[in-house]
């Protein structure tokens, strides 16, 4: 089975490539990680969420522990359009050039057509993905973590995990806290999702969400 996710991931990135670019000019880049490099990246995803405060790394990186194949697809280097359509926030593509390049997460700024580009290569490999039956799901966190681990060094990149089991593992997935500050998140993934928020039952809380976690996730610990 892995064989056969190892050949979707690699059609995945063939419509990424192949997918429309602003101008026909293509700044899209993209990576199929398999086996041990998999594995590296979940843990990766892991150990960040120890030393760093951001939310549901570790939960992602579960998932991606747990699957076949990651699909990388970034923007490195990505030229202006020459529009001088203001979307990227500065009044020109020339303004846009001579800005210093500031690092974070990602590299930036960057043309809003190329990241235009990009999500358009990101729908067309996730469209594939769908028509052939294999679960996954676009993830930013994995994406952070592989240009971190310098698996690639484009500005930009988001990762598509892959997996094929009995029910997809990339939904329904245990949030760290069913409780927020100010009230209830219940979040059915799937088919719809709802929320509720029941304000002013702090007091009750914790009884409260014991009890809906064992009905709503019976398969999380409760830590």
């Not at 405060?53 to 030229?79: H, M, T, W, Y």
């Not at 700024?109 to 052939?132: E, Q, Y």
């Not at 329904?172 to 929320?195: K, Q, T």
Request: glycine share 10%.
């Amino acid at each position: 089975m892995i064989d056969a996710v190892e050949t979707v991931a690699q059609m995945m990135a063939v419509a990424a490539i192949t997918a429309p670019k602003t101008k026909g000019q293509n700044f899209v880049q993209v990576k199929v990680l398999t086996g041990e490099l998999v594995q590296m990246l979940g843990q990766a995803m892991i150990d960040f969420n120890k030393k760093n405060p951001k939310k549901n790394f570790e939960r992602d990186g579960n998932n991606v522990l747990n699957s076949d194949a990651v699909v990388l697809i970034g923007i490195k280097d990505g030229a202006t359009a020459g529009l001088d359509c203001g979307a990227c926030g500065f009044p020109d593509c020339a303004t846009l050039t001579s800005q210093p390049k500031t690092t974070g997460e990602y590299q930036g700024p960057t043309c809003a057509f190329r990241m235009l580009d990009m999500g358009i290569a990101l729908g067309s490999a996730a469209k594939v993905a769908g028509l052939l039956n294999v679960d996954s799901r676009i993830m930013y966190r994995a994406g952070v973590i592989a240009r971190d681990m310098k698996l690639v060094d484009w500005d930009y990149v988001i990762g598509i995990p892959l997996s094929v089991s009995g029910k997809s593992i990339y939904f329904d997935r245990c949030s760290e806290r069913l409780f927020h500050p100010h009230g209830l998140d219940i979040a059915l993934s799937g088919i719809v999702d709802v929320e509720f928020r029941v304000s002013k039952i702090l007091g009750a809380a914790a009884a409260i969400e014991q009890n809906i976690q064992g009905v709503l996730y019976p398969h999380c610990s409760s830590a």
